[in-house]
């Protein structure tokens, strides 16, 4: 089993939708959590961290489930800027070791 | 001003040639990496330093040689290149790790892609 699993996708949606990723993890020693975002042919951004009571960034929302082991991204009321591949990214191995999934890519339409 | 860069940003070259891509970081950070990504866009650390010292060796071929000569740069160092190394090759940074296992942003540079051919 893959450290962590991600669907590639697409996700193809409208603009003004609300859209959802999970990513599932092997780790149960994992420590930290954050979703990454990676625009085509650009390098990887933190997109936000994810903690355990769940949290929000504007239309972003990040949630974490330890006992299920995954993780889940919901943007809300999508924009067409919000197309790109976003990356579920786990810290282990002490802190700076970083396990990053496959991607999820995110399409956004008129 | 870049916060962390890599040059070249193309790189491509015959099958056993070696070569060697260049990565400083201007944010202070005590941390590099140097990651590879493939055609499958799969992300995968390589290395990290810290402050110089090699901390993460993720068992790559001995042909790939990072080297630190300050803390804000790391470069690496490519021997007899191969077809399967062709990839896009991002450094990043951090902070030095925090005290309980947290772990600050990592900054990634804009990527090297590597065409071996």
């Known amino acids: 089993r893959k450290e962590v699993e991600q669907d590639p996708g697409p996700f193809n949606v409208p603009e003004g939708a609300t859209v959802a990723f999970n990513c599932t993890y092997s780790n149960s020693a994992s420590q930290s959590f954050f979703w990454y975002r990676q625009d085509c042919r650009k390098e990887p951004k933190l997109l936000m961290s994810?903690?355990?009571s769940g949290n929000e960034d504007g239309r972003f929302t990040a949630q974490l489930n330890r006992a299920s082991q995954y993780i889940s991204l919901l943007i809300r009321d999508s924009k067409l800027s919000d197309s790109a591949t976003y990356l579920c990214v786990l810290v282990t191995g002490g802190g700076n070791k970083l396990t990053f999934g496959t991607g999820t890519q995110l399409k956004v339409e008129l | 001003d870049t916060a962390v860069s890599q040059t070249p940003k193309y790189l491509v070259t015959q099958m056993g040639n070696d070569k060697s891509i260049k990565c400083e970081q201007n944010?202070?950070?005590?941390?590099m990496y140097w990651y590879k990504q493939d055609s499958k866009k799969f992300l995968k650390i390589m290395f990290s330093y810290n402050n110089k010292e090699l901390i993460i060796n993720e068992t790559v071929p001995n042909r790939f040689s990072p080297k630190s000569p300050d803390k804000a740069h790391l470069n690496l160092h490519i021997n007899s290149l191969e077809l399967g190394d062709s990839a896009v090759y991002f450094c990043a940074s951090s902070h030095q790790r925090l005290a309980g296992g947290s772990t600050d942003t990592q900054y990634f540079g804009p990527g090297t892609r590597l065409t071996v051919l």
């Open positions: 994810v903690y355990s």
């Open positions: 944010l202070g950070h005590d941390t």
